[in-house]
């Protein structure tokens, strides 16, 4: 498995969950850049947040102080630490390696993981 996600589950409205992604040895230093996606049902796969080589993160708007994106090098993991969560926030979280710098667009990833569900109660 080229990219295999963790850490869904349930919580609670302002609660927090940290996603984890183990990333294949075989994409070590091969990624423009990773990310993190989402998709609620019978809505489009939409980028929460990525981090390029260079470490530079990118998160939408919704994210943003919210959710951290980061890549452990050493241990092969993307993660995203979800804090202050929301019932809107209830989704299937994919991770994903981008062909691009950015990582901001569906269209954009180049392989997935099978995704892991987060549901958040009111």
């Known amino acids: 498995v080229d990219l295999a996600e963790s850490g869904g589950g349930e919580a609670e409205t302002g609660g927090s969950l940290t996603l984890s992604c183990a990333v294949s040895r075989f994409f070590n230093n091969r990624w423009p850049s990773m990310g993190w996606f989402l998709q609620a049902p019978v809505k489009a796969r939409e980028a929460v947040a990525s981090v390029d080589k260079s470490g530079r993160t990118r998160y939408q708007d919704f994210a943003e102080g919210r959710f951290t994106i980061a890549y452990d090098n050493i241990n092969l993991t993307l993660s995203l630490e979800m804090n202050s969560l929301k019932p809107e926030d209830t989704a299937t979280y994919y991770c994903?390696?981008?062909?691009?710098?950015?990582?901001?667009?569906?269209?954009?990833?180049?392989?997935w993981g099978l995704g892991t569900q987060v549901t958040v109660s009111s």
């Open positions: 994903a390696i981008c062909g691009d710098d950015y990582c901001v667009s569906r269209y954009a990833a180049d392989y």
